[in-house]
């Protein structure tokens, strides 16, 4: 697949990744290059390949938690396809909760540095006073709700993007994200499974999302320092997935 220059960026940054985050970002990218050649061939093969490769790209974030040694990221699950398939919307609801805080416009800005020698992405954030904030690690704060003095466990802000899908339950809008897979790959009193619509556009969102989840994936593993940000997010995400119960942790 063609990668622009942002995205190459990212690329080059992932590079630096040792071990199986590394790994598994780089299969994501083998999943999304062939499911963008059997697009036209085999359109639903392409498009389990190109879920699979959302699912790598997520693995390599639960794999760089667990090696660095983040509180509790030893219940994500590699096997579980809920687990993987709920980054995707989690994050959307992170994103949501950024925008309403904004006003409606981002908060937050990436680029790339170069650190001893290493790319590296790094973060700015917006401030309402005009100043702009560049935290080390990147994710190196935690987000309040002004009300409580609490961290924001983003649980309204999931229920959004849920109910943006006509849905109305998590927990069933998770499963049934994680069942995508299934109904590509085995027949149902429907029928045979076929893809109705561009395999190609589903590649290419494909794409985006993956390219988001190594952003992601690239203010996490370079730093041995745990940022606040991301364990916040983490203790929130295993709440949401039923891991953990409220007065487990700090959220």
Not at 22 to 32: D, G, I, M, S, T
Not at 98 to 116: E, I, N, Y
Request: charged letters at 30%; hydrophobic letters at 40%; a positive charge.
């Amino acid at each position: 697949m063609r990668y622009r220059a942002r995205e190459k960026r990212i690329l080059e940054c992932v590079d630096e990744a040792r071990g199986k985050p590394r790994q598994c970002a780089k299969h994501a990218l083998v999943h999304l290059d062939r499911a963008w050649k059997l697009k036209l061939r085999d359109p639903e093969m392409a498009v389990f390949r190109a879920i699979t490769a959302e699912e790598e790209a997520a693995m390599a974030i639960f794999s760089s938690l667990r090696q660095l040694g983040y509180l509790r990221a030893n219940k994500l699950s590699f096997r579980n396809h809920t687990h993987k398939q709920a980054v995707i919307p989690f994050f959307r609801a992170i994103e949501d909760c950024f925008a309403k805080v904004g006003g409606g416009t981002s908060l937050a800005r990436w680029g790339v540095s170069r650190q001893r020698g290493k790319k590296r992405l790094f973060l700015e954030l917006m401030l309402p006073n005009g100043t702009i904030a560049r935290p080390d690690p990147p994710l190196g704060f935690t987000v309040s709700d002004p009300g409580t003095g609490h961290p924001i466990d983003f649980e309204k802000n999931m229920r959004d993007v849920v109910e943006s899908k006509g849905l109305k339950d998590t927990v069933d809008y998770l499963k049934e994200r994680a069942n995508r897979r299934n109904l590509i790959l085995y027949a149902s009193e429907r029928g045979i499974p076929s893809v109705t619509g561009s395999a190609g556009r589903f590649v290419i969102g494909a794409k985006e999302r993956v390219m988001s989840l190594l952003g992601v994936f690239c203010l996490i593993f370079p730093y041995r320092e745990k940022a606040l940000f991301v364990q916040q997010a983490l203790d929130a995400f295993l709440l949401l997935l039923g891991q953990v119960k409220r007065e487990d942790i700090d959220l």
